[in-house]
């Protein structure tokens, strides 16, 4: 066999051994979760919280916390990341409490307290499921969906299939699998991924007003990720710059918490355009500019 022949050979079995590591292994490099004891008690200093277990069809066991606001004016159902468990996340709720909102947190299948096998349609379901429960409750006007990284696919899910008030995605992906390719572009991770997330999908059919958040310096996901993600509904959403945050450090910033009140605090309303420059905006490059 000629040498050449050799090489070509060896390099598809090595690509196709790849292939077959990044398929069977994709769930030990997109999740960490942090396994909790059935019997672990959740405690937050200064937070009043309430522990829920919700079963579902197929058998498993989603566990969540609430954590409680005087007098709430809504409530943010909270979608986290890939890592860890609530029991960590949960300190992110006096971000919304403080204003009023109760916050759900929930552990996704394999994750603290939860059960279950994890597929991308099981965790959909779960979600679905989850919301549910909370409409039962709230009505929609008053529910925030909010998405933080992994999570953000998650919630833009649900909110093309529900009606909450508002969707606020932080640090968000366009999907799985466009975040992959920048670190293997040479693999056909659409046809690979288990969990491709398209994010981007989703948003299309998102009817309430979208919030993004996203740091200038998101080594993980880029900004221009969200800038990308903006332009899919662009009349209704808004595009919210950190300058110099990365992809964990948002909360360590004042412009993120002053963003973060302004969007719960908003209100949708038209804006009378009568006598402004938008009229003449899309003249013609031919005709005279002032300079």
Not at 187 to 207: E, G, Q
Request: hydrophobic letters at 35%; charged letters at 25%; a positive charge.
């Amino acid at each position: 066999m000629p040498l050449w022949l050799n090489i070509l050979v060896l390099s598809l079995l090595v690509y196709l051994l790849i292939s077959l590591l990044v398929y069977f292994l994709q769930d030990y490099i997109l999740f960490k979760p942090e396994k909790l004891p059935p019997d672990f008690q959740f405690a937050y200093e200064n937070q009043e919280t309430e522990e829920y277990n919700v079963e579902t069809r197929d058998g498993a066991v989603i566990n969540g916390l609430r954590f409680k606001a005087k007098g709430p004016r809504g409530i943010v159902f909270y979608l986290k990341g890939n890592s860890k468990s609530i029991k960590g996340w949960g300190k992110f709720a006096v971000d919304f409490t403080r204003h009023g909102y109760d916050v759900l947190m929930v552990d996704y299948r394999g994750f603290g307290k939860s059960t279950g096998r994890r597929t991308q349609k099981a965790i959909k379901r779960d979600m679905q499921l989850i919301y549910n429960k909370i409409k039962e409750k709230v009505s929609e006007k008053y529910i925030i969906l909010y998405g933080r990284s992994l999570g953000s696919g998650f919630a833009a899910k649900l909110a093309s299939m529900n009606n909450p008030r508002m969707l606020i995605l932080d640090a968000p992906y366009y999907s799985l699998s466009k975040v992959g390719k920048r670190y293997m572009p040479f693999m056909p991770l659409s046809l690979l991924l288990k969990f491709p997330m398209p994010t981007y999908k989703w948003l299309r059919y998102v009817a309430c007003p979208i919030h993004i958040i996203h740091g200038t310096d998101d080594k993980l996901i880029p900004y221009r990720t969200s800038v990308k993600l903006s332009r899919i509904k662009p009349k209704q959403t808004t595009l919210y710059t950190v300058i110099g945050g990365g992809h964990k450090n948002l909360h360590a910033f004042e412009s993120y918490h002053k963003m973060l009140s302004d969007i719960i605090k908003s209100r949708p309303k038209e804006v009378d355009l009568t006598g402004s420059s938008h009229e003449y905006a899309q003249s013609s490059k031919s005709s005279n500019e002032a300079n």
